[in-house]
């Protein structure tokens, strides 16, 4: 088990158990189980339990026996005595298993309120249900592909290939000056005024440390050294993993000459943890169920975002 000191989305106490994704009489035995817990997704959206006595919300888990046909059965693993699996549903079927369309919320919203083991689930649910989304066919000659292996690998109908899920690897970096100011940005994309760490795809051949430094030098235009891996998060929006690393501003490179790239970041700014305080809600800063949520509150040195702060976080 991740210990809770982790960032939200990678803390889990579930054993994937993918030694059982290769049994042939998988499905029967899910269907059988009187422990197997289901998780209903449909269009990226979980069902979630109805809480009606203010209590915190919940994944809800069902038996399979009853359930409509799936798009897609995919084996998640197992925890103590119970099996998950994820099952995704089109409109109708989905219909028909909860009709309430409040009942189904996506990751982002359900992650912030959930236990550690559900948003666990739900996060491996979404990523491999994104997957099979975009992997219909093969990329070698373009036919139908089908999912096998307990629904942790596609088949090609006509050349027989073997197709994987695959994550894409992106850094996020907190980065400091030598007074341990810490350097966020404003991307292009997002509302006027939030701000996060800097991060970036890492390219085919790069080392992680090699992107770290390419990504800051083009979103800022400063060199930074001192690299350093702290720990990464699963975020499938709708394929990343997450690599959280520390980076100093390079010696004798000066804080003010970091200028945004001015397209993919807008505005850059130093703050301090007495100036990040006094943001009061002049900025919005990452959701708590991001790295960069963790990552600052490490730097900071304790919770940020609650009470007394002042400060708003984003939820996204």
Excluded: K
């Excluded at 490179?253 to 505005?267: R, T, Y």
Aim: with cysteine; aromatic share 6%; net charge negative.
């Amino acid at each position: 088990m991740i210990e809770p000191t982790s960032p939200v989305f990678a803390r889990t106490t579930i054993d994937r158990d993918a030694a059982l994704r290769a049994d042939p009489e998988l499905e029967a035995l899910l269907d059988a189980d009187p422990e197997t817990r289901v998780i209903a997704v449909h269009r990226g959206q979980a069902l979630l339990e109805e809480r009606v006595d203010g209590s915190a919300p919940a994944v809800q888990l069902m038996h399979p026996h009853g359930l409509p046909e799936p798009v897609l059965r995919c084996y998640l693993g197992r925890e103590g005595g119970s099996r998950f699996e994820l099952r995704v549903f089109d409109a109708d079927a989905a219909a028909t298993v909860e009709p309430e369309a409040a009942r189904w919320q996506g990751l982002r919203e359900a992650a912030a309120v959930l236990g550690d083991r559900d948003a666990a689930l739900l996060v491996e649910a979404v990523a491999i249900a994104n997957w099979h989304e975009s992997h219909g066919r093969c990329p070698r000659c373009g036919a139908e592909t089908v999912p096998v292996q307990a629904g942790w690998a596609r088949r090609c109908t006509v050349d027989d290939s073997l197709h994987f899920p695959r994550t894409d690897p992106a850094v996020i970096v907190l980065v400091t000056d030598d007074d341990d100011r810490v350097l966020l940005g404003s991307n292009a994309l997002w509302a006027q005024h939030r701000f996060s760490l800097l991060a970036g795809f890492v390219e085919p051949g790069e080392a992680l440390e090699a992107a770290v430094v390419r990504e800051i030098e083009e979103e800022a235009g400063i060199l930074v050294d001192r690299v350093e891996y702290v720990a990464s998060q699963p975020w499938p929006f709708p394929a990343s993993l997450m690599l959280g690393f520390t980076a100093r501003i390079a010696p004798g490179v000066a804080p003010a000459s970091a200028v945004p790239d001015g397209e993919e970041i807008l505005e850059l700014r130093w703050f301090s943890r007495d100036e990040i305080v006094a943001a009061h809600g002049e900025v919005g800063l990452p959701g708590g169920t991001s790295i960069a949520h963790w990552l600052l509150e490490r730097w900071y040195g304790g919770p940020l975002g609650v009470e007394g702060t002042g400060l708003s976080w984003s939820t996204s």
